[in-house]
């Protein structure tokens, strides 16, 4: 806390006192880590129409998995520290909700606080799993993770399967 109060220019009892531990701290400095990775992410693909981007958007998103690998490794950390930590999971339960709610946002073109709860609840957290996902396969093994080409494919055959008018290629 001393180390981290030096480098913020405050003493770590302000520290303490605004977030009540060091791992309050680290666990809110991860929160806005991933916040911020999301900005970028929208800021690198935002310009695009998202039918012609969604490709980019995902090309993008698989691209930041390798720069941004300590972010994700800590995250993964942080969320097995979950089960045990009741406070964490609140605070990492509450920005996932947000991060739904700017993912839907984001994919719909529309201002955050016009996202529903449907919406947040169904595109945004799809989106939200669907990272997760494709997180976990590049942090397995990034040779075999798939593309962004791939994802939309694979979205694309699955939307057919779930239409029962279409069959799947």
Same mark, same amino acid.
């Given at each position: 806390?001393?180390?981290?109060?030096?480098?913020?220019? *405050? +003493? %770590?009892?302000?520290?303490?006192?605004?977030? $009540? +531990?060091? @791992?309050?701290?680290?666990?809110?400095?991860?929160?806005?880590?991933?916040?911020?990775?999301? &900005?970028?992410?929208?800021?690198?693909?935002?310009?695009?129409?998202?039918?012609?981007?969604?490709?980019?958007?995902?090309? @993008?998103?698989?691209?930041?998995?390798?720069? %941004? !690998?300590?972010?994700?490794?800590?995250?993964?950390?942080?969320?097995?520290?979950?089960? %045990? &930590?009741?406070?964490? =999971?609140?605070?990492?339960?509450?920005?996932?909700?947000? $991060? =739904?709610?700017?993912?839907?946002? $984001?994919? !719909?073109?529309?201002?955050? +606080?016009? *996202?529903?709860? *449907?919406?947040?609840?169904?595109?945004?957290? #799809?989106?939200?799993?669907?990272? +997760?996902?494709?997180?976990?396969? %590049? !942090?397995?093994?990034?040779?075999?993770?798939?593309?962004?080409?791939? #994802?939309?494919?694979? !979205?694309?055959?699955?939307?057919?399967?779930?239409?029962?008018?279409?069959?799947? @290629?």
């Amino acid at each position: 806390m001393r180390d981290i109060g030096a480098a913020a220019g *405050v +003493s %770590h009892a302000a520290i303490g006192y605004h977030f $009540g +531990s060091r @791992e309050a701290l680290l666990t809110a400095a991860l929160i806005q880590a991933i916040d911020e990775w999301g &900005n970028e992410i929208d800021g690198a693909v935002g310009a695009r129409d998202l039918a012609d981007g969604y490709e980019a958007f995902w090309d @993008e998103t698989v691209r930041s998995y390798a720069t %941004h !690998l300590p972010m994700w490794r800590a995250t993964i950390d942080a969320l097995l520290q979950t089960e %045990h &930590n009741p406070a964490l =999971r609140a605070q990492l339960s509450d920005g996932q909700r947000q $991060g =739904r709610e700017g993912i839907a946002a $984001g994919l !719909l073109g529309v201002e955050e +606080s016009t *996202v529903t709860e *449907v919406q947040a609840r169904t595109i945004g957290a #799809v989106q939200s799993a669907l990272i +997760s996902g494709v997180l976990m396969q %590049h !942090l397995l093994d990034p040779t075999t993770a798939p593309t962004g080409a791939e #994802v939309v494919a694979g !979205l694309r055959a699955l939307a057919k399967l779930t239409d029962p008018g279409e069959s799947a @290629e």
